[in-house]
Antibody, heavy 118, light 110 residues
């Protein structure tokens, strides 16, 4: 059974960098694609980007200038960095496995709330 | 504002059927058969219910079905059960390695 777990600070100051890590068990990140999705309080979901098994990355055009997704295959983890955060970046951040054959996201991590506030 | 438009709420009594719509554009839903649906219980992670417009992953009851017409995709739930209550989100491939989601629909089983 594939499981994903997000970890990282729950509070980030404005203008700083949000950093999260997703630990994957039950599958190797050297397969599939691995994504970050966020959900602002009371709002819908927003795809942030993915890192492929090859190491290539793709990002949501609206966030591209501030986002970096990287992977540590030795730890079976992948990470998100979002720079220059503002209150609008307050959200629950989910990591998810993504298929580019069937174009689904499955499974997802439980999510972690990140609040941007001074 | 989300890229795909869903009704904020939907409801039905146990045993009834309900349909949730997901409206996009000719650049996403209308161009690709890569619409997926997710159910989310409060405080929980989203769960894949439908992919490629109408395919069900293993373990998802056949009471759930998906379809698409033009720029609008739909999720139908028949024989409503209490466990079907939750938030439902649609997603579509939008081309150029980009994905979009809907704002979500809260399904209430009366």
């Amino acid at each position: 059974q594939v499981q994903l777990q997000e970890s990282g600070p729950g509070l980030v100051k404005p203008s700083e960098t949000l950093s999260l890590t997703c630990t994957v068990s039950g599958d190797s990140i050297k397969t599939y694609y691995w994504s970050w999705v966020r959900q602002p309080p009371g709002q819908g979901l927003e795809w942030i980007g993915y890192i492929a098994y090859s190491g290539s990355t793709r990002y949501n055009p609206s966030l591209k200038s501030r986002v970096t997704i990287s992977a540590d295959t030795s730890r079976n983890q992948f990470s998100l960095k979002l720079r220059s955060v503002t209150a609008a970046d307050t959200a629950i951040y989910y990591c998810a496995r993504q298929s580019l054959v069937y174009y689904w996201f499955d499974p997802w991590g439980q999510g972690t709330l990140v609040t941007v506030s001074s | 504002q989300s890229a795909l438009t869903q009704p904020p709420s939907a409801s039905g009594s146990p045993g009834q059927s309900v349909t949730i719509s997901c409206t996009g554009t000719s650049s996403d839903v209308g161009s690709y058969n890569y619409v997926s649906w997710y159910r989310q219980y409060p405080g929980k992670a989203p769960k894949l219910m439908i992919y490629e417009v109408s395919k069900r992953p293993s373990g998802v009851p056949d009471r759930f079905s998906g379809s698409k017409s033009g720029n609008t995709a739909s999720l139908a739930v028949s024989g409503l059960q209490a466990e079907d209550e939750g938030d439902y989100y649609c997603s579509s491939y939008a081309g150029s390695d980009n994905w979009v989601f809907g704002g979500g629909t809260k399904l209430t089983v009366l």
